[in-house]
């Protein structure tokens, strides 16, 4: 058994968000300092870490002056470079390893991976160019989705194509990347699972939750999800799966499409999850603190969740309507210190405790 | 009714030991900047704020400098000398206000404040040398307790007098400072109850905890405490006439003595408190979060309890017990960031979450 990360050391965060933001607080909150480095100045991470460096992810001088200040890196999202990756690995330990983040960088080998797992997915074909598209509907069925390999988040790089004759139209819309047709499943609703693995290989899962989105962006995550005991056992199942099957360490976010015939796999996250957020207050341990135990090498919190919980994502101009949320009694507000309200920026969540 | 504190200001901290650190915390789950000024550098609140002052209470200009780059000030604990506040006061409003924090820093005052609203204290007497506490003891009764009226905490500045022939012993254990001599009182337990008071006047209390000391310092807290609902509503009732009797704004810990024949006030702490530390965990706004609410004029939250929750203080070597307690599926944990464990030291806390 390793030694923990000892008190007072320093958690590297490549990546400068909300995520980074609540990761940074996680850590302080077990005696740990953090760095932040982020292309962006005075983002919501470096707002609450100990130190934050602002630099491009290809400047290698800064990448390398930040891993000797740190003891251990992680990451916050998932298209940090793998160059970025490469330079820091040669001088700190980066949990989870930099695999996971590969496969999650592109979906077609997302998939591979999973389905070599033996999980279900949803028909898939790759498609390196428009003429493609015909023989991908041929093999998911149509209408189906096209999306980007790479580079597509909340919605971003996906197109919905009912038939052959949009091929072009679609090619151009996603950005005439490679992508993945992907065949739109008919399922209940969506879910996700937010697992951990410890340093020494421990699984531990948090109860699924229900995720409702709104333009391709998360905004409402009900906890606990509306599934049978068989359905909650299979989504541990497979988080433990994935998880093992990567040697991974840290917390990961995967979501699930629960179709009448169980539970298929849509995507997974490396990192803290935006519906994992409900922890926050529905469990002694949250996936912050869990992330930041299982790469320091602590023992893992059980996950166990002692109320139910919805979380809100406070979307643009959703942060308005703040006077009238700060009045609910139930209400446990997040704000991750964003200056402006764009449309689609998440602006902060809300947490609200229900009854058991 | 006054606008709330804009997103991103800054809240300025007089103090920066752990009950800064979680103020910091709860400011910027709030999208608040805070800012820590301290004698000592790289202080427990330092670490988690968007920046710092290191310097002394009686540095003037270092304090105009701190007030002139923030929006709002309080403070954390309560001997921050009054020359400090005075200069800070000329820039920007301090809440809560002086008024609180010269009461509390005087025994004698504070018990006249008490003893003023019609609320029930100890009897007690002025001691300013040892030839009065002959007569102080036929006043109050024997055994008593001596406390010095300036700069006790955590049992610091107290002694036990068992007779008159004590005087010169206990005078000289004390320091010889200018005291009074307090009743020893026949209780149950020792409670405490968090309250707090908006900008606008509105009063909301958390459950009473009962506590538990050791060597002076508290050890456990309790919620809810075993206190009938006519005592609850007791508790609730003298909060607000000594919140609103000093137009406090922020919160404030009431430290009773539960007797057979009622409550009893030991002291007031204008600020948020140790016995308070189990809202992290037990309600949606936490005592932290609520005081936050109060000085930048949000509304306050509730103080619902949604479960209950028994605190523990980590305090010196209790530290070395983490390994076990971080196995505790429901021991929530919060370390302060101090590099070394000191007897009677504040190391952390955790809150363990119990059933309701």
Redesign the interface.
């Known amino acids: 058994m390793t030694e923990?990360l000892p008190?007072?050391a320093t958690i590297g965060i490549l990546g400068g968000g909300q995520l980074g933001?609540m990761l940074s607080?996680a850590a302080?909150?077990?005696?740990y300092?953090t760095h932040v480095f982020d292309p962006a100045a005075d983002g919501p991470a470096a707002?609450?870490a100990?130190r934050a460096t602002t630099a491009a992810y290809d400047d290698t001088a800064a990448l390398e002056a930040f891993a000797a200040r740190v003891d251990v890196v992680t990451f916050e999202f998932e298209n940090v470079p793998a160059t970025a990756l490469e330079v820091v690995a040669g001088q700190r330990p980066i949990r989870p390893g930099p695999r996971a983040l590969e496969i999650s960088q592109d979906r077609l080998a997302e998939k591979r991976f999973l389905a070599g797992l033996g999980l279900a997915t949803a028909p898939f074909a790759p498609v390196d160019g428009p003429g493609d598209i015909a023989a991908a509907l041929g093999q998911v069925g149509a209408p189906a989705l096209l999306k980007t390999r790479r580079f597509g988040y909340d919605g971003k790089g996906q197109a919905r194509i009912e038939a052959a004759a949009d091929s072009e139209a679609a090619w151009s819309a996603i950005g005439a990347a490679p992508a993945i047709a992907e065949a739109l499943l008919d399922f209940r609703f969506e879910a996700s699972v937010i697992a951990a693995r410890g340093l020494t290989g421990e699984v531990v899962c948090y109860d699924p939750g229900r995720n409702e989105h709104a333009d391709g962006i998360l905004r409402r995550s009900t906890v606990p999800a509306p599934l049978d005991t068989a359905r909650r056992t299979d989504a541990a199942l497979l988080a433990g799966k994935v998880l093992n099957a990567l040697d991974y360490v840290g917390v990961m976010g995967i979501e699930l499409f629960v179709t009448a015939q169980g539970l298929v796999v849509n995507e997974i996250a490396p990192r803290v999850h935006n519906s994992g957020h409900w922890t926050q207050?529905g469990c002694?341990?949250d996936q912050f603190?869990q992330h930041v135990?299982a790469i320091a090498g602590?023992?893992l919190?059980?996950g166990?969740r002692?109320?139910d919980v919805e979380m809100e994502n406070l979307v643009g101009t959703d942060i308005d309507r703040l006077?009238e949320i700060?009045?609910d009694?139930?209400?446990?507000?997040?704000?991750?210190?964003k200056?402006e309200a764009r449309p689609g920026r998440k602006m902060?969540h809300v947490?609200?405790?229900r009854a058991?």
Do not use: S
């Open positions: 923990p008190a007072g933001r607080v302080g909150r077990l005696g300092r707002q609450l100990h207050q002694a341990v603190e135990r602590w023992p919190g059980d166990t002692h109320c006077p700060a009045r009694p139930a209400a446990a507000i997040h704000l991750y210190g200056a902060g947490n609200r405790i058991r």
